[in-house]
């Protein structure tokens, strides 16, 4: 449990540090981009598999279209969760599965995919926080590795990407800005925070809600600060595993 006077992060990690990251591609056999990443104890499968076709507002337009699906096996959390495929997928599903897409979008150029949907399918296989902002950072890794595929296939001419995207979470825990949110110091935070962010430093998301109280200026400001330094991080992780994004 949380002592307000005297709380010590997990392993003793610094409050601007992030937890152990690990990226694994090739994660898995038939999909044309995989790997498994670890945030600590978070750990998500992300796959991208291409499909020749597009959804029906695109047809005839020459773009292709990147969309993501995100869900968390029943016993990724502490007590089970239902199969959301009974009762269909939640209001925090729909949100996280938009920002996905939206993230790896933003950095892509469609026109140069041709009439093709690439799916990100990112699977929670067990949860300690930050699931979404780790299947933003792994997902963009399986991504260039099926665009990489498909141009060894000569389906695309070249590597349609204009930079690097990660996310980390970042928030206000006993009045201490931290970085990389566990499922604990998440559950006790007064501001809760999630950056997306280009390898360029271009934000694409800033998500943000005060808990309990309402944050400062001064607070932002420090968020923001420690949210760039873990994602330069982060990008450096996906630098060693995809190199030069062409």
Known sequence: MFNTMKYVRSNGRANNALRPVKISPGFTKHAEGSVLIEFGETRVICTASVEERVPPHLKNKGLGWITAEYGMLPRSTETRT??????????????????????????IEMERLGERTIYLDCDVIQADGGTRTAAITGSFVALVLALRRMKERKMIDTIPVRDFVAAVSVGVVYGHVMLDLEYIEDSKAEVDMNIVRTGSGKFIEVQGTAES??????????????????????????????????
Do not use: K
């Open 82 to 107: 239902t199969r959301e495929v009974r009762n269909g997928p939640s209001g925090r599903t729909h949100e996280i599965q938009r920002l996905i897409g939206r993230s790896l979008r933003a950095v």
């Open 213 to 246: 109280n309402p944050f400062s200026q001064e607070q932002m400001t420090e968020m923001i600060s420690s949210a760039n330094r873990g994602i330069e991080q982060l990008v450096g992780l996906q630098r060693q595993i995809l190199g030069n994004l062409r």
